[in-house]
């Protein structure tokens, strides 16, 4: 049931009252008028105060108030647009990606459980949004949560990505998969009766995602696509902690390799180390470390033709 009230003018209530029968002799101290209509109980009040009590409340009052009450289609809008959950009052999986707009390096997925009983020992230790941590933080972090987390890390390697995008996958389908894999994965890991929700940082639309993940979602009825996911829900943050390290690893791991900083991103920086790198190395070792259909690889290319013209 619930509960909505108007404060009205004189003519207002005048036109109320014309418009469906109201009592206005037994009724108690204070009020004017009462009636029910279509299960929903109306008091006038001599304050001039209307109220409809009923769990259709607020649909009668925007059909019999139409000037003082916006349609009921808005304000449904309206409410649901502002209905936030407070995710981390509740057990959650929550899922992440790092990698995805860096030219080089892989695509990493995490999803992780975070109980509620844990929430305030993640924010002790200062889980937020890996982007808004350098990487020395995010190794730190990550070396922690890892040990008692419930979680699954995915790493799709260049060559992988390289080869899912040439026969026709663009990033989102890849995304899709490997969030839904990874989910999964954590699923078997939890007691799964105590799960409230499975949270995940919005990349596309839930239709879109749901087309392009292959396989069902794990729990479809409590899976959440929520856009800044990580400053809503910690077990998002913990995921994006668990991939970004994950990547970071990765990028030094490249570097080391190439023996040159290898940057992260897709900068003017980035194209000038790929064309070092096709000049060192070969455009075969650029593809082996990158996304190849990154707009950076054709500048490289270019910055290497310019120099021998």
């Given amino acids: 049931m619930s509960n909505v009230v108007h404060k009205l003018t004189k003519q207002q209530i005048d036109q109320l009252m014309s418009k469906i029968s109201f009592d206005t002799t037994n009724v108690s101290q204070g009020m004017k008028a009462k009636t029910k209509y279509k299960n929903t109980s109306i008091s006038v009040y001599n304050s001039n105060k209307v109220m409809f009590q009923g769990k259709d409340a607020e649909s009668i009052a925007a059909q019999l108030l139409p000037s003082v009450v916006p349609a009921k289609k808005n304000t449904a809008k309206s409410s649901n647009s502002q209905q936030t959950i407070q995710y981390n009052r509740y057990n959650c999986i929550g899922s992440d990606e790092a990698g995805s707009g860096d030219y080089f390096g892989p695509l990493t997925v995490c999803a992780a459980y975070v109980s509620q009983k ?49 026969v026709g996958w663009s990033q989102v389908k890849m995304k899709a998969v490997l969030h839904n894999e990874a989910i999964k994965n954590v699923t078997q890991k939890v007691d799964t009766e105590e799960l409230d929700y499975i949270v995940i940082d919005q990349f596309a639309e839930s239709g879109v995602y749901k087309r392009y993940a292959l396989t069902e979602l794990p729990f479809s009825s409590k899976t959440k696509f929520e856009t800044k996911g990580e400053s809503k829900s910690i077990a998002i943050a913990a995921a994006s902690i668990i991939s970004r390290y994950a990547f970071v690893k990765h990028m030094d791991s490249l570097s080391r390799s190439a023996k040159m900083e290898i940057p992260k991103g897709a900068s003017n920086k980035v194209d000038l180390t790929a064309a070092k790198l096709i000049e060192r190395k070969g455009i075969a070792y650029l593809d082996s470390i990158s996304k190849k259909h990154f707009a950076n690889r054709q500048k490289a290319e270019k910055l290497v033709q310019k120099k021998y013209k």
């Fill in 118 to 166: 844990n929430v305030q020992i993640l924010k002790t230790l200062g889980v937020d949004d890996s982007k808004k941590l350098t990487d020395a933080k995010i190794v730190e972090l990550a070396e922690q949560l890892v040990t008692f987390i419930p979680h699954s890390l995915l790493t799709m390697n260049n060559d992988k990505y390289n080869e899912k995008q040439q």
